[in-house]
Structure formats: C-alpha cells, structure tokens
C-alpha cells in the first residue's frame, strides 16, 4: 500500500514538475511562427543595445518575449527600435541610435539582413512601389540635413535620399504620394510634406498644427493630429493640439478642431470609422465626421497605474496599451475591451514603442 502511494505521488510530481517545464519552455524556444498575432517593439534603454520585440497572438493566449534574440542568437537587435514595417513577407525595423534598419522574415523572425549605409538617425518607413521611404533626423545639431532615404526593396540598400525640412516623423503612403509629418526632431515642426515617389521630390508643403505626432487615412482624407507645444519650454510658448484633416484630391486643410490651450493628445487611431486617441491616461473616441471633439473619455488606464499612454493601437475590438513606466525598467502592456474592461496585461522590454499586426 504505502509503495503504491510513494508510486502515485511520484507520477503526479513527475506529472507538474513537466507541466511547469512546459508553461516555462516557450519563454527560453522559439515559438517557430509569428503570425495571427501581434509584435511589439520595446525600444530598450537610450544607448544600449537592448532593444527586444515581443510577440502576442490574435487570441491573447500566446505570449514571448525577447523573439528576435530567441531566434537569432548570434545577431544583435540594437539600439533603439523605433518602428516596423511590413512589405511581403518581410519585416523592417527600424533602429534608431545604431543607424540601421534589422529586416528579418516577419513570420518567422529569421534575420534576412541589415541595411547599415545611408541613414542617419532613422524614425519611420514607408513602402510604396517596390520602395522604402525611411524618414531621417541626420545630425540633431543641424536644422538642415533632415531627410527621407529612398531603399531598393530588391537589393535591400540605400539607393538616394530625400531632402526635407527639419524632424521628419510619421511616413504614410497615401493616393499615389507620401505624406512627412514635420514633428520638428529636437524642435517644433508643423507641417506635411507632399513627397512624389516617382521623382523623389516633395512636391507640397501643408501647414498644420504644431507637432504633428500621427496620421491615419480614410476616404480620402488624411487625419493629422498634432499635439501642440508642450508647457516645458520657456519659448516658443505653449500651444494646444489640433485634429487637421487634409483632402487628399487636392491637398488642403479640408477643416481644423482645436483642443483646448493645454491639451496635448497623441496615438490617433482609426478603426471601423471610429477616430480614436490619447491624452493623458485618457483613451477617446469620435466619429470620423464630428466636428466637436467629445468632452469625456470612454475611458482611463489610470487603474493600472499608466501616467501616459507610451504606445496604443486599437483592432479586433481590443484597446493596446504600451506602458513605458521609468523608460528604464520593463514596460508594461495592457488589453482592454472598447468599454475599457482590462483583459489581460503582460511585461515586455523597456519602453513599449508600437504595437504591429502580423495577420
């Protein structure tokens, strides 16, 4: 009798101490494909190479930290990642501080090359017409060598540059053009540069809000919110956000909302014609054609601790949040309903950047 209970309770222990093995295993194995879900770019620490990419899929039941050093021991992600691109099957990041851009199989996360010529302080792509269009502060000291590097997707190199005015941000590929949002880099922009691919000429200068932080396109027009100048530097002075939307067909400002003197939203979304974003710890949302802006979030992530939205991004009826925290810590990211129910939260790499979905 007693045998056969030491028998039983070595089989149970055998049983858990497996069934731990495997909830730890996918943390330290390749998970071996990365689609129907989401990536997460985490920026890492500001002149250290600890930039990470972390994957959850489209059902919120898989999560992995750390994939592109999981399935590419010998390569180094880098410093800084700023953005991700997709085009075929293909995944471009974008590296910020290490001047380069790591492209990788975007299902896979096998490491194709690395493009490390022709960049200079890189923030965001763009494809369009078998090319990449890669905007570039150059020296932040230089208000004057900003520009958009031109990428032959079938060599995977630099082929010629874009000159552009100070802090191109935001890149979009829009009715046969590409639109540069003018953040201002280390100043205050406020304006889209209209950007001929065919010629690599800009084409059009519009002038919108001060800082223009995101754009989102839909039926022809080009949403820009702008966050205006915050309330930290002595000059120039503070300025409130704006929403400017740009008609396409013709590229001009169609109609401006102000926010008010000292509201500085970010993180413009647009999903299932409903036009959302942050200020704050505050998620809001309006209809695409409002021509007021709504007074009372839908709701806040301030029960999580979450000063400001770092990164968001809305699809599938979920809300993402991108908590960076200390910006020196892990960060922190956070599903919710469209109501603002949490649904589940998980720690990533330091400073949640961006959320990019791999369907």
Known sequence: ???????????????????????????DIPLGAYDNGVLILNQGNFQTPNSSVSYLSRDLTTFQNNI????????????????????GDLAYIVMNVSNKIEVVNRYSMKHVTSIETGLSNPRYIAFFNGKGFVTNWGDTGSTSDDFVAVINLATNTVSSSISVVEGPERIVAENN???????GGYGFGNSISVINPATNTVSKSIPVG?????????NGVLYVLCEGIPSWPVTPAETGGKLVKINLATNTVSSTINFGATVHPQNLIIDSSILYYTEGSNIYATSLVATTLPNTPIFSTTAQGVYGVYSFEVE?????????????ANGKVYIYSLLGALEKEYTVGVSPAGFYFNL
């Open 177 to 183: 053009s590409l639109y540069v949002a003018h953040k």
């Open 210 to 218: 001060d800082v223009p932080n995101t754009m989102a396109e839909s």
């Open 1 to 27: 009798m007693k045998i056969t209970k030491i028998a039983v309770i070595t089989v149970l222990t055998s049983l858990f101490l497996a069934s731990c093995a495997k909830e730890d295993k996918p943390q």
């Open 316 to 328: 599938n009826n979920k809300v993402y949040v991108g908590d960076a925290l200390d910006y020196s």
């Open 68 to 87: 592109f050093q999981l399935v590419n021991p010998s390569e180094v992600l880098g410093d800084t990642g700023q953005d991700i691109g997709f085009y």
